[in-house]
């Protein structure tokens, strides 16, 4: 059994050799991104200086839509007589999206009606962001990794991309980081370091992964499809950002599920059994954590059905 005392999460990670696919936080599909430059507490909606008309605006929202997760995001490249943004994505299957609305004051961000975003693409043509956007986590009050490692690849691809580039608070992964989230689509990646965060961002304009190196999974989906869509484009050799749909999935028994993902280039569905395994090797989740098993999934069958 391999397990480290040291403080790091990052370095405990790498030595015990954890796999960085099947990661991304799961089962988010609507993301509320709403500008604040003040502190960000290790449970975001108690931040100080964040108004308390709009902290109730996102719980109203957050109340209906268990699935939304909000994140409180900064870009240092704007100028500092813009106003503040917001920004509305639907991150799912189906016609993935961005909205951009700034604001001034919180009246105007209530006067916002997510329900409608979150209802019809169609709603607010005049906001929707045509762009791609990244959120790189530099969340120090959750993780001294995401503090130490975010800020320098946030500013590495501000070189490249202007307000298409925010700091944002935790993304989840700690011990990933550097970690990334890409939109519309939700993809998130991790372990960057300065040249793998350029190719990925770059890749991701061009509606390509590029590699899986350091693909942690899309966050629409649960992670035994993370795992098999992971699988399947490895074995496949398919990178367009959507180029696999999740259509159906079961589980099997303990730890054993069925996945089956469409190509929808060619309209063939493929079938994939993974299993989900703990084995002896032990590393913290975060920073200060208390040492856990280190989950692994495996591939255990794969086959072609006919399409119907």
Same mark, same amino acid.
């Given at each position: 059994?391999? =397990? !480290?005392?040291?403080?790091?999460?990052?370095?405990?990670?790498?030595?015990?050799?954890?796999?960085?696919?099947?990661?991304?936080?799961?089962?988010? @599909?609507?993301?509320?991104?709403?500008?604040?430059? /003040?502190?960000?507490?290790?449970?975001?909606?108690?931040?100080?200086?964040?108004?308390?008309?709009?902290?109730?605006?996102?719980?109203?929202?957050?109340?209906?839509?268990?699935?939304?997760?909000?994140?409180?995001?900064?870009?240092?490249?704007?100028?500092?007589?813009?106003?503040?943004?917001?920004?509305?994505?639907?991150?799912?299957?189906?016609?993935?999206?961005?909205?951009?609305?700034?604001?001034?004051?919180?009246?105007?961000?209530?006067?916002? @009606?997510?329900?409608?975003?979150?209802?019809?693409?169609?709603?607010?043509?005049?906001?929707?962001?045509?762009?791609?956007?990244?959120?790189?986590?530099?969340?120090?009050?959750? @993780?001294?990794?995401?503090?130490?490692?975010?800020?320098?690849?946030?500013?590495?691809?501000?070189? @490249?991309?202007?307000?298409?580039?925010?700091?944002?608070?935790?993304?989840?992964?700690?011990?990933?980081?550097?970690?990334?989230?890409?939109?519309?689509?939700?993809?998130?990646? /991790?372990?960057?370091?300065?040249?793998?965060?350029?190719?990925?961002?770059?890749?991701?304009?061009?509606?390509?992964?590029?590699?899986?190196?350091?693909?942690?999974?899309?966050?629409?989906?649960?992670?035994?499809?993370?795992?098999?869509?992971?699988?399947?484009?490895?074995?496949?050799?398919?990178?367009?950002?959507?180029?696999?749909?999740? !259509?159906?999935?079961?589980?099997?028994?303990?730890?054993?599920?069925?996945?089956?993902?469409?190509?929808?280039?060619?309209?063939?569905?493929?079938?994939?059994?993974?299993?989900?395994?703990?084995?002896?090797?032990?590393?913290?989740?975060?920073?200060?954590?208390?040492?856990?098993?280190?989950?692994?999934?495996?591939?255990?069958? =794969?086959?072609?059905?006919?399409?119907?």
């Amino acid at each position: 059994m391999e =397990h !480290t005392e040291t403080s790091s999460c990052f370095q405990a990670s790498l030595d015990v050799g954890e796999p960085i696919f099947a990661t991304a936080v799961t089962g988010t @599909d609507l993301w509320l991104l709403l500008e604040h430059d /003040g502190q960000w507490a290790p449970k975001i909606l108690k931040s100080p200086g964040l108004e308390a008309r709009t902290r109730s605006w996102l719980e109203g929202f957050l109340a209906d839509h268990p699935t939304a997760r909000p994140q409180l995001i900064r870009c240092e490249a704007k100028g500092g007589d813009r106003p503040k943004r917001f920004f509305f994505v639907r991150s799912g299957d189906i016609d993935p999206a961005v909205w951009a609305f700034d604001f001034e004051d919180p009246a105007e961000l209530e006067a916002i @009606d997510l329900r409608a975003l979150a209802a019809d693409r169609r709603a607010y043509p005049e906001r929707r962001w045509t762009r791609p956007l990244f959120l790189v986590c530099t969340h120090g009050k959750r @993780d001294a990794c995401c503090a130490r490692l975010g800020p320098p690849i946030a500013r590495e691809l501000r070189e @490249d991309w202007a307000e298409e580039v925010w700091q944002s608070s935790h993304i989840g992964g700690h011990r990933f980081a550097a970690t990334m989230v890409c939109f519309p689509w939700g993809h998130v990646f /991790g372990r960057l370091d300065a040249a793998s965060s350029r190719r990925v961002a770059k890749g991701y304009a061009s509606r390509r992964l590029t590699d899986l190196l350091n693909y942690r999974g899309r966050t629409a989906w649960a992670r035994p499809v993370q795992a098999a869509e992971y699988f399947l484009r490895q074995e496949l050799g398919v990178y367009g950002i959507d180029a696999l749909q999740y !259509t159906r999935g079961e589980m099997l028994g303990d730890d054993r599920w069925r996945v089956c993902l469409r190509e929808r280039q060619t309209g063939e569905t493929h079938e994939l059994t993974v299993a989900r395994r703990r084995g002896p090797d032990l590393a913290p989740a975060s920073c200060g954590a208390a040492l856990e098993p280190v989950v692994r999934f495996a591939l255990e069958s =794969h086959r072609q059905l006919t399409p119907t």
